[in-house]
């Protein structure tokens, strides 16, 4: 009876180690499982030199249904910018989609921008036709054409866990509106953004847009000099009037209003709340009314400036005693102190513990 128990005792260790090797067996090759598909992920990944030979001309890569297979998982190191589009036409041979046509325009334009002035920065374009190649479109869950998204270079820290592809990797999303699809300074912007570096672009001169405003403004201009002016001068209006009328007019220039219409900043910026911000944080003029309020300020500011230097000249002492003098004198420096306080306090707000302010 001893013997048996000890002959069973025996066995069972047996057993026991005999269990112990076939789950070392099994760990052993899940081990190598994971590291050959680690290795299939990382060599899945091409190399600069593997998809040059697929680049147009204009160093671009036009997706394929055979290429999307090869591609989608991505070239390491480099961004890449992907566009979807649709060439196809309608039944009169116009586009189906003509800002996507304008819109790949602007993507030339500023990838020279870029190719120019940051030769060294690693990126890729791909151009996929919609219909061309409906499985990117389905893996990507793709609803509304134009399409642009940017990805940034692929984490290799993350590619045994999470696996790269167009489908299911992290990108930027550009906003496409037709606002913006010839717009190659807001397209610049973004890219710029993305990538963390500084283009500088310059528009094309608008011959259009100028003939537009010089032929309006002469036209203008003409119009008040021999119609209304003559009118005005039989009136008897006094020339303060016509200057003041004239300032005004000169005003949404010298505020800036220009600039930011040319700029397309918005002229007023609302906060979450819905609520009107008047400064915005920061150096920078950030939008349109901000601007406008400041540029009155130093209009302001330099109107009363002159002022008191035109109080001093003979012309004026001429005209009026030493009381009315002291009096204008004290309301010029008055309004000229605080409105210099008030324009100190404002950048205050934009820039927190300024030193000079008081």
């Known amino acids: ?102 819109f790949e325009e602007t993507i030339h334009g500023v990838q020279e921008i870029i190719k120019k002035q940051r030769p060294d920065i690693p990126i890729s374009y791909y151009i996929v036709d919609a219909y061309e190649v409906p499985s990117l479109i389905k893996d990507m869950g793709i609803e509304n054409v134009p399409h642009l998204v940017v990805y940034p270079p692929i984490n290799m820290m993350k590619q045994e ?70 009118i005005v001068k039989k009136g008897n209006v006094s020339k303060i009037i016509m200057m003041i009328i004239a300032f005004s007019i000169m005003l949404p220039s010298l505020t800036g209003y220009k600039f930011t219409q040319m700029n397309r900043i918005p002229l007023i910026a609302r906060n979450d709340e819905g609520n009107i911000m008047y400064f915005s944080g920061g150096t920078g003029w950030q939008f349109g009314l901000e601007m406008f309020t400041v540029s009155l300020m130093y209009i302001g500011m330099g109107v009363l400036f002159i002022s008191l230097i035109i109080l001093k000249s003979d012309f004026i002492q001429e005209k009026i005693n030493e009381k009315v003098d002291s009096l204008l004198t004290l309301l010029f420096g008055y309004a000229l102190f605080y409105l210099f306080s008030y324009y100190i306090s404002c950048f205050d707000i934009k820039s927190p513990g300024y030193a000079y302010g008081y």
């Open 1 to 102: 009876m001893y013997q048996r128990l000890i002959f069973n005792t025996r066995s069972v260790e047996h057993n026991i180690d005999h269990f112990g090797y076939i789950m070392k067996l099994r760990l052993n090759i899940l081990v190598y499982i994971a590291a050959i598909v680690q290795c299939a992920c990382v060599a899945a990944l091409l190399q600069s030199n593997d998809i040059r030979q697929y680049k147009d001309e204009h160093e671009i890569i036009h997706v394929t249904e055979e290429l999307y297979k090869e591609l989608q998982y991505g070239v390491e190191g480099e961004y890449s910018v992907l566009y979807i589009t649709i060439y196809s036409t309608n039944e009169d041979g116009s586009y189906k989609c003509p800002m996507c046509l304008e």
């Open 161 to 230: 866990t999470e696996p790269f592809s167009w489908a299911k990797g992290q990108f930027y999303q550009y906003e496409l509106t037709p606002d913006h699809s010839n717009d190659v300074l807001h397209f610049g912007d973004f890219l710029a953004q993305v990538l963390n570096i500084y283009i500088e672009v310059e528009e094309d001169f608008d011959t259009g847009k100028f003939m537009q405003y010089f032929v309006g403004s002469t036209i203008a201009f003409v119009f008040l000099k021999k119609v209304i002016w003559p």
